[in-house]
Nanobody, 116 residues
């Protein structure tokens, strides 16, 4: 049972990145999923969430209008399209599985650095 993030890297302000999260070892399609990030020296910040079918999506105010969460249940993969990136978006981005009491499974994260 695991989540493996990819797609991070260094990008200039205003640029874009697409993160992916490959799920394995469980039935991906029956779980809501989310992205959480942690900037250097700060606590975790919830970024975005999506329901099992991908019909309902949710965003933190800090990323609304710039980030788009999606999922492909046939490929067991979660995505985060990030546009208009800002230096404040620099963080380690984690994919998480949602259960009734919170987030019970986390990946190891992928690092996003926004810098000129």
């Amino acid at each position: 049972v695991q989540l493996v993030e990819s797609g991070g890297g260094m990008v200039q302000p205003g640029g874009s990145l697409r993160l992916s999260c490959a799920a394995s070892g469980f039935t991906f399609s029956i779980y809501g999923m989310s992205w959480v990030r942690q900037a250097p020296g700060k606590g975790p910040e919830w970024v975005s969430g999506i329901d099992t079918g991908g019909d309902s999506t949710y965003y933190a105010d800090s990323v609304k209008g710039r980030f788009t969460i999606s999922r492909d249940n046939a490929k067991n993969t979660l995505y985060l399209q990030m546009n208009s990136l800002e230096p404040e978006d620099t963080a380690l981005y984690y994919c998480t599985r949602i259960v009734w009491y919170g987030m019970d499974l986390w990946g190891k994260g992928t690092l996003v650095t926004v810098s000129s």
